[in-house]
């Protein structure tokens, strides 16, 4: 039988699934791996930990030969290698935040209209040049040994399939070097922040065969792990939005063209095909903050809590939660926000403080929104990820934001996306849009009417905190 296979690097372990050449999925597996925090605001991970996730979750799915295989995985991470390909250093992730002051050296190097015009995104803590110039002027004996940078999801096909050390176009524009109209390493970025070209690896297209595992399997580039998402979702050019419940929170949308004037609130990125491009807007703890409060809560199972959520009314109360735990990306790009409870009450109970979570998440969404929305006319969402399996958090999303959402068959659609990538790789599919086509929803869940002018009020109340509370963290 032939099997596709996509591995997914996430944040908090790997998950790997197969699928036939209908998309219909044949197994699946996922192994954890774990990050530590040195200091406050700082995000790591042991790339050895990533190998030994996946080539655990990989052999529960059954032994080769497979028919294809591709990668995806969490985006913006920094992994350097020495000249012999040894990693040098934990990898700093995308929602580290320690290179603030190297996110203003970025701006002033190169000026902020300029990379809107080079790279069409603007500087991010977390984001690949961002940490390396952090290792620059921090580490200066890691610096001198560096050779070669990677990217997580690339390191790990890698070791695991072999090759050479490419990365593929969605991801390499998650580094803030990339000429994303252009599809190509920007050589002016690179020359005004006084870094090694020879240091970055190759560019292909995500669909491109990079190596053959065991001389058998052809293995795929992939794609970073939202643009994965939105194929595993079946977007396409010009269609509906969709929305990824992680860590983090995404809601993306493809283009058939690229990006043109952009003010950095929104990132863009070149997307699964060559003539696609994704915009997209990102919560940096949506799945994150639920899962926080859940520790706080002394690790009580997710669903229990959400039970106790569905007690409350829309609001609870005057109840609202921010979900800054991480400070925010989309619309702020503000690291240095921070969460809050406010509004509580004696009669405020967990269940109230777990729907204020959801809430929360559901605000910072419809702020994402309201970026992308004037460019769409679109209703409707596709939504997936693992909160996204829960009832009550899809019916406070489509309240909160208006939109009617889509679920679809597979929840894990980064891992589904980088399959269907091995499979057009391999040649099963003849395009993305043909693999994106066997994505199909299986219920939408609409936004409760009822409930439209409480949540319009809970909307406005989150808003006007933001505006109230951000100049206190300054």
């Known amino acids: 039988m032939e099997r596709f296979v996509g591995v997914d690097v ?22 954890p791996h774990s990050s530590s925090h040195p200091r406050p605001g700082f995000s790591e991970q042991d790339p050895e930990d990533w190998v030994r996730s996946a080539t655990r979750a990989l052999g529960e799915i059954g032994p080769e030969p497979w028919s294809g295989l591709a990668f995806t995985g969490q985006m913006h991470g920094l992994v350097l290698l020495d000249g012999r390909g040894r990693v040098l250093r934990p990898a700093i992730l995308w929602n580290d935040g320690r290179s603030a002051a190297e996110r203003g050296q970025i701006e002033a190097s190169v000026g902020r209209a300029r990379l ?12 690949t040049a961002s940490s390396l110039l952090w290792v620059r002027e921090h580490e200066p004996e890691v ?22 050390p490419v990365t593929d176009v969605s991801d390499a524009s998650g580094t803030l070097l990339f000429d994303v109209r252009r ?11 006084e870094l090694n070209p020879s240091w970055l690896p190759g560019v292909v297209e995500s669909t491109a065969t990079v190596s053959n595992s065991g001389d058998r399997t052809p293995v795929a580039a992939g794609a970073g792990d939202q643009v994965a998402a939105a ?9 509906p939005i969709g929305i990824s419940l992680g860590t983090s929170g995404v809601l993306a949308q493809l283009r058939a063209e690229p990006p043109s004037e952009c003010d950095g609130k929104l990132q863009q990125l070149c997307a699964y095909s060559p003539d696609t491009w994704q915009t997209m807007g990102v919560t940096l703890a949506a799945g994150g903050s639920l899962a926080w409060w859940q520790s706080c809560c002394g690790g009580v199972d997710t669903y229990a ?6 007690g409350w009314t829309a609001g609870c109360d005057g109840l609202t939660f921010q979900p800054y735990l991480s400070g925010e990306r989309a619309p702020h790009n503000d690291e240095t926000l921070r969460g809050s409870f406010t509004g509580l009450a004696a009669h405020h109970n967990r269940g109230a403080l777990t729907r204020a979570v959801v809430e929360g998440i559901a605000c910072s969404l419809a702020d994402v929104l309201d970026l992308i929305g004037p460019q769409s006319a679109s209703t409707s969402a596709r939504i997936s990820g693992g909160l996204a399996e829960s009832p009550l958090v899809r019916e406070i999303i489509a309240s909160v934001t208006g939109m009617s959402l889509e ?12 399959a269907l990538i091995a499979g057009v790789a391999a040649g099963a599919f003849a395009d993305c849009d043909e693999a994106a086509a066997l994505c199909k929803p299986v219920g939408a869940t609409d936004p409760v009417e009822a409930d439209r002018d409480a949540y319009a009020e809970v909307l406005g109340r989150y808003r006007g905190l933001h505006e109230r509370l951000s100049p206190l963290v300054e």
């Open 10 to 31: 996430g944040t908090s372990g790997t998950k790997v699934v197969a699928i036939d050449r209908e998309g219909r999925p044949l197994a699946r597996a996922k192994a």
């Open 183 to 193: 599809r190509r390493w920007s050589e002016e970025v690179v020359a005004r922040l």
């Open 143 to 164: 610096w001198k040994k560096a050779r070669q940078l990677m990217l997580p999801k690339d390191y790990v096909r890698w070791r695991i399939g072999g090759g050479d």
């Open 407 to 418: 679920l679809m068959t597979i929840a894990d659609s980064t891992a589904y996306g980088a």
């Open 116 to 127: 809107l015009d080079l790279v069409a995104n603007l500087p991010i803590p977390g984001f």
């Open 231 to 239: 194929l595993g979702v079946g977007l396409v050019a010009g269609g």
């Open 305 to 310: 809590l959400l039970a106790e959520a569905s």
